[in-house]
């Protein structure tokens, strides 16, 4: 059984998707200890906490430095015993020791088909870029920012009808479905690392 600590913001849908599929599936292979949250209040630590799962708030502001915030997020996953954190709309930027601490085993969920459109715009980014797909992308976490080698992609059809959140929606749908099939397939053993290519099994 892998032990994830899932780091989130904000609504804590995707944080949500996991906790479903962990419940239903008797084969998803992993099992969230703990989530870790940069902001009190969120949707996603009420989320945790209607399934039963511990949840910790790690301010950005009570640390003097990335490097210091980095060492409490990581120390708190450890200290649940997790071995991998999956981060899940977490909106901040943790420092190079996170990866250091958890080598191929930090995931991130980004809304666009990575390298296309990094960054916290990514959905507004490509509606004005006017592409006419774009899609959602799980990557391992390397030391840049929306960079890590893809683990995998799912492409939404841009309408031109489409506002941000009409966008939003079905990338959000397309995550959903994504993220724990992804998270399964790592827990279980079937990703591998090829430079930066990943081979699934
Ligand atoms: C998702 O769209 C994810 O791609 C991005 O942040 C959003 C988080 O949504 N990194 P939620 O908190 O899981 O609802």
């Known amino acids: ?4 600590a899932v780091l989130a913001s904000g609504s804590g849908t995707n944080l949500q998707a996991i906790l479903d599929r962990q419940r239903h599936d008797p084969d998803f292979g992993a099992r969230v200890v703990v ?3 940069d902001r009190p209040g969120v949707p996603a630590l009420g989320r945790a906490g209607a399934a039963g799962v511990p949840f910790e708030v790690i301010e950005f502001g009570d640390h003097s430095t990335r490097e ?3 060492k409490a997020v990581c120390a708190t ?3 649940f015993g997790a071995g991998a954190m999956v981060m899940a709309g977490f909106m901040r930027i943790l420092s190079s020791e996170a990866v250091e ?3 191929s085993r930090i995931l991130n969920i980004h809304p666009a088909l990575l390298p296309a459109f990094p960054g916290a715009r990514a959905i507004e980014d490509a509606l004005e870029y006017g592409v006419k797909v774009t899609g959602v992308t799980v990557h391992f976490v390397d030391q840049d920012v929306d960079h890590g080698p893809v683990i995998a992609q799912e492409i939404v059809k841009v309408d031109q009808a489409d506002t941000p959140e009409t966008l939003r929606r079905r990338i959000q749908e397309a995550e959903h479905r994504l993220y724990p099939r992804v998270i399964k397939a790592f827990a279980n053993g079937r990703l591998r690392l090829e430079g930066r290519r990943v081979i699934w099994s």
């Not at 059984?1 to 994830?4: A, G, Q, R």
């Open 1 to 4: 059984m892998l032990e994830i």
């Open 35 to 37: 989530v870790i949250s």
């Open 68 to 70: 210091a915030f980095t």
């Open 77 to 79: 996953a450890e200290a």
């Open 101 to 103: 601490r958890f080598p």
